[in-house]
């Protein structure tokens, strides 16, 4: 090979480099290491984490069982070594298993078309308030103070530069849903979208549906997020909004302190053109075959370029497969008894630990506990780790922590953090 | 191929004048150059439009076309037969896939914009 | 030794048929059990109120396991993947997606970690992040690295916000960005959302920057150049230390997107020729499985003077613990929640630790080697426009078989015949047809001397039978997609009455 490339040696390739920029030494990192001393390495570091610690942590992220045909399924080469399907013919494995994501999202949400993923749930919003701007030449979004308060963080970093001026209302101290009232008296006619999280990062189902009426009233979008995928299977969607942003971490994608996750955007027909993120459509081939493929490609970065809707190149496409098969095990049947398990699980642990908040909630809930801290070290003692400690977001919640209990939670566990808490 | 009684940009859009109407379309050198045609965004009626900006834009599947208004004027009427068939455009781009009607500011400046034989002669030093 | 050897890499493909799996459900068929509750049930209506209480979702999926399983693995047989072959696809790094990293990926105490878990239950995983970040840290010769953004995109995003903050604290964010004609659409986006108008520069007759049209228009106004090292051409920018000089004495920034650091990895360190800032793409230049599109992630190294603008929390070690530490006064607002896409990040240290130093630099000697021998191959039959020695990549355009009708797309869907995956299409721009040809170090000469001999038929193929390059491919299951149809009445999901 050095001969047909015309050097004696590998390096003789980097000749022509002007010397000011070759590094003239090793880089400073250790040798290579076998597969097992790879392996050593990260179970010790896994070795320092939560395992065996039973948790009741929620907020925005959810221990659901992960059936074991997920990982059978993204583990085949043909789907984890596969590159985006811009060449039709041999990506039709890709092409159909996003359509079909395509078509769950919308089954789930109520919405006419969802796209095939987003990074996450928190980068999904602003893309969201984007395509609010753009469909209703508004500049302004209003957001609830019950939405997930790392959520409206990446919106204001996103806003700022886009000139959309976000602002805030709040939250009912007694139901813990939102005050009506309040966004009654903050909205107006620069608003492009009204955002509520349902369940809220309370848990709190919320009320979106009124939401919808007083944005529509004044010309603006009902954006609906949601963070916890699986209380689709029993609460009813939200008709009323325009578009919905979500996280569906819940559908068998490991918690993995963070991230990969999947966001999902769905929306109404009449909006399709004005969002970001990959669709695949169907159409047919060159034999009459049924085969899907990329479309409506000229919203995005390679095409517009400085236009595009985003600049999202890059999606979760191996991520949101974990949920499509997710979906497809548990079905109609199962989701709806999964979502079920849910809320006999948390509604167990709220008979016993009183929620703070009087609104009706899925699997997570408020209540208060005094001191966070001491109550939670308390709980570490018997490897339990509690709810996240409201202090941290909402200082009128200092005394609250956040409790969610899921299918995975057992009595057992549920029963010593009572004890602990009460 | 490219009437008479149009007056032509080079960035291929052409305008019929009548009176102080303007009827602003893309050429047939554009569509082929585009391909097949998929989608076509129209500014609404009622806004003003400024000799040399954006008026909207033409789609193929691979690429995205600004359309450029030849004339300053306000928008009297969109073509509402590309909404559900854009491939007309790929038909009959000097006809019935004519893109918008304006009232035209100024109908003399047409006589800026290249007449059929410069536009001709234009495309054909292109190829 | 065997004295075979492969001359073809397919013959056809076993290609069984299946529906989609609306079409393959049946009322009452499950996948799945669910353990009996031990607590008591909870009536739905009474605890969520009637009306939230949703009716039976029409149309979801009904299937048993076995039907499950069959549907996906019957997809997972109409997709190309590097695990059958090469991915010629330039600037994608479509390189081997180890398992090791798989494996580590899913240790219970890293899949299960729930962000918020409690810092002193969480060191194991930040360890792993401040490992990487050192690593990344002394790769591109940078002094500080965020691991938050998700893609490249993202962390392109990042990059150009922190250039942004900085220059608002020295009094003038300025107004506009500097993108060679020859860049990635991700770049003019990015600095589109950043809220930076644009302005192109044109690459020089040699494909790289051209540093008299630089000198000229860099002005108090320019926040940073954009620029991608080695280019989209495939050509390291000779002239990237005098560029730097030229925008750091105007006070302006240079940022340089890290997707084709698989050229540069233990040879050249971006931070020791001026960069300020760049963003790298784990699921390229470190090894990251893309997937079928994702996830990836986007890192970005700077250097110190960009560092206080670094998202929050940042990770600081004291009293031999690890802590997030969000009370950064200066920092710019998150780019996402929680802390990055941990999960990738894993796989891309685990890719690092078996390399290694020594085994880095190998990779990048062996990827510039692999383009390089392609390049000579290949330059008799396409037509090369820049000849400037190439990297990691090379870029032909299609003028010579455009003279017989036929272009770059075609060559590519006749690529296809021959068990390979097209090369990048069509980009850069400033080619015209490009064929744009990436085979990463992962590829054996074998490999290689396959796709060499692919592509010398195709270009025969084009002067005897032109119609057969035209109408390719021909082997594969699927022909060619009407992609107009599916832009002109968009069928985005299955209904019923498909």
């Known amino acids: 090979m050095l001969e047909a490339c015309g050097v004696g040696s590998a390096e003789e390739l980097f000749s022509h480099l002007p010397e000011a920029v070759r590094l003239n030494r090793p880089l400073d990192l250790p040798p290579g290491i076998s597969e097992y001393e790879i392996v050593d390495y990260f179970r010790e570091r896994a070795g320092r984490t939560a395992v065996g610690y039973a948790s009741f942590l929620g907020a925005g992220v959810y221990a659901h069982y992960r059936p074991v045909l997920v990982d059978t399924v993204v583990s085949r080469g043909e789907f984890l070594t596969s590159y985006t399907p811009y060449q039709a013919e041999i990506a039709q494995g890709t092409l159909t298993a996003i359509f079909e994501f395509q078509t769950m999202i919308c089954q789930l949400t109520g919405m006419d078309v969802a796209n095939a993923g987003m990074w996450d749930g928190s980068t999904a919003l602003p893309e969201a308030a984007m395509m609010a701007a753009r469909a209703t030449g508004k500049g302004r979004v209003l957001a609830a103070k019950s939405v997930h308060p790392e959520y409206r963080e990446v919106l204001r970093t996103y806003a700022l530069h886009q000139g959309m001026a976000v602002d805030e209302f709040g939250y009912d101290a007694e139901t813990g849903a939102i005050d009506l009232k309040d966004l009654e008296s903050k909205i107006d006619g620069l608003t492009a979208a009204v955002i509520v999280q349902s369940p809220n990062f309370f848990g709190i189902v919320d009320q979106a549906k009124a939401a919808a009426e007083i944005a529509h009233s004044r010309g603006a979008l009902l954006i609906l997020v949601f963070t916890e995928a699986v209380s689709l299977g029993l609460l009813e969607p939200v008709r009323e909004a325009d578009i919905v942003a979500g996280e569906l971490q819940s559908f068998a994608i490991s918690p993995s302190f963070g991230g990969p996750y999947a966001g999902v955007i769905a929306t109404r027909e009449k909006l399709v053109r004005q969002m970001p993120g990959r669709l695949v459509g169907q159409s047919t081939d060159s034999r009459g075959q049924r085969a899907f493929c990329l479309t409506l490609a000229t919203r995005e970065q390679h095409i517009r370029r400085e236009k595009a809707t985003s600049n999202i190149c890059t999606n979760q496409a191996l991520v949101a497969l974990m949920a499509t098969v997710f979906m497809t095990v548990y079905g109609k049947q199962g989701l709806r008894e999964l979502a079920l398990q849910n809320l006999a699980k948390a509604h167990y642990l709220a008979g016993k630990v009183k929620p703070r908040f009087s609104g009706k909630f899925f699997n997570e809930f408020a209540a208060r506990v005094g001191d966070p801290e001491s109550r939670n070290e308390a709980l570490l003692e018997k490897k339990i780790v509690g709810g996240l400690p409201l202090g941290r977001f909402y200082p009128e919640l200092a005394d609250s922590v956040l409790l969610c209990a899921t299918e995975m939670s057992r009595r057992a566990d549920m029963d010593a953090v009572t004890e602990v808490l009460r | ?127 | 030794m065997s004295a075979r050897k492969l001359d073809r890499k397919v013959n056809s493909h076993l290609s069984p048929n299946e529906l989609l799996i609306f079409e393959r459900s049946s009322p009452g068929k499950k996948a799945y059990q669910l353990p009996e509750l031990d607590v008591p049930a909870v009536d739905a209506a009474e605890a969520l109120g009637a009306a939230s209480v949703r009716a039976e979702i029409p149309g979801f999926p009904e299937v048993s396991e076995v039907e499950a399983i069959r549907h996906f693995t019957r997809l997972s047989t109409w997709n190309y993947a590097i695990d059958y072959g090469m991915y010629p696809l330039g600037s994608c790094t479509m390189k081997y997606n180890p398992r090791i990293n798989e494996a580590v990926a899913r240790l219970e105490g890293l899949a299960w970690a729930h962000p918020y878990q409690p810092e002193t239950l969480a060191q194991g995983c930040m360890e792993v992040m401040e490992r990487l970040e050192a690593a990344l840290a002394e790769i591109t010769g940078m002094d500080a690295v965020t691991l938050q953004p998700s893609a490249g995109a993202q962390g392109e995003l990042t990059g150009i916000l922190l250039v942004r903050a900085l220059l608002e604290s020295r009094g003038n964010p300025r107004k506009k960005i500097l993108i060679p004609d020859s860049a990635h659409g991700t770049n003019p986006a990015t600095a589109a959302i950043a809220g930076y108008a644009i302005e192109n520069i044109r690459s020089s007759e040699t494909g790289v920057l051209d540093v008299g049209a630089l000198e000229r228009i860099v002005d108090q106004d320019v926040a940073a150049l954009m620029v991608t090292n080695p280019n989209t051409l495939g050509v390291f920018e000779e002239n990237i230390v005098h560029a730097a000089e030229i925008l750091h004495a105007k006070g302006a920034m240079l940022y340089m997107d890290g997707a084709n650091m698989n050229a540069l990895v233990g040879v050249a360190r971006p931070g020791d020729f001026g960069v300020d800032v760049l963003q790298l793409n784990l699921h390229k230049t470190f090894s990251t499985p893309h997937g079928g599109g994702g996830p990836g992630a986007g890192p970005v190294a700077v250097k110190s003077h960009l560092e206080p603008f670094l998202p929050a929390p940042r990770l600081q070690r004291s009293g031999g613990q690890l802590h997030f530490d969000y009370d950064r006064k200066q920092a710019i607002g998150r780019v996402r929640a929680f802390y990055g896409n941990f999960g990738v990040l894993v796989r891309a240290l685990a890719y690092i630790l078996a390399h290694g130093g020594p085994g880095l630099r190998n990779a990048t000697l062996d990827a510039v080697m692999n383009a390089v021998y392609i390049r000579k191959k290949l330059e008799p039959y396409f037509d090369l426009p820049y000849p400037s020695p190439n990297m990691h990549e090379v870029v032909f355009s299609d003028d010579r078989q455009a003279k017989l009708g036929v272009r770059t797309g075609d060559l590519a869907k006749r690529l296809i015949d021959y068990g390979f995956h097209p090369y990048t299409v069509s980009f850069p721009l400033i080619v015209h047809g490009a064929l744009m040809i990436e085979p990463t170090e992962t590829e054996s000469k074998d490999e290689i001397d396959l796709f060499v001999e692919a592509m010398i038929s195709i270009a025969r193929e084009v002067e005897t039978d032109p119609q057969l390059v035209k109408t390719a491919p021909h082997l594969t299951r699927i022909g060619r997609v009407d992609e107009v149809a599916a832009a002109r009445k968009p069928v985005l999901k299955w209904t019923p009455d498909s």
């Open chain 2, 1 to 127: 191929m490219y009437p008479e009684n149009f007056r032509y940009t080079k960035e291929h859009e052409w305008v019929l004048v009548e009176g102080d109407t303007g009827t602003i379309g893309i050429t047939d050198h554009a569509q082929e150059e585009l391909g097949d045609i998929v989608y076509v965004d129209l500014p609404r009626v009622g806004t003003r439009l400024e000799t040399g900006k954006s008026l909207g834009s033409v789609e193929s599947v691979k690429a995205v076309s600004d359309i450029y208004a030849p004339l300053a004027g306000e928008v009297l009427e969109i073509n509402s037969l590309l909404a559900d068939a854009p491939e007309k455009l790929n038909q009959d781009p000097h006809g019935a896939a004519w893109l918008v009607k304006i009232r035209l500011d100024a109908p003399a400046e047409a006589l800026n914009l290249l007449s059929a034989a410069d536009y001709q002669t234009y495309i054909g030093a292109e190829k």
